[in-house]
């Protein structure tokens, strides 16, 4: 699979210093997960806790913070 380079009209400079750079996001129903690719290496991105895999769910408690994750999961 290769990547493709996009461009907004009038990019600036700065904007084409990020090119070999990719992030991708697996939203799955059970898992999701975080990649990036930088100068054409991939790696997944891992959360505080060091584990790549984050279950696919969300919390919202009655204050209004919303948690997601393992800890949701474990709430």
Known sequence: MSLVQLSEPGQTHEAKKC???AVGI????TN??????TDG???VIPDAAGRRLL???VQYTPAGE???G???LAA
């Open 41 to 43: 290496q991939p790696e």
């Open 70 to 72: 393992h800890a949701a």
């Open 19 to 21: 090119r070999g750079r």
């Open 55 to 57: 279950p696919s769910v």
């Open 66 to 68: 919303v948690i997601v």
């Open 26 to 29: 697996d939203l799955g129903t």
């Open 32 to 37: 999701s997960l975080v990649a990036r690719v």
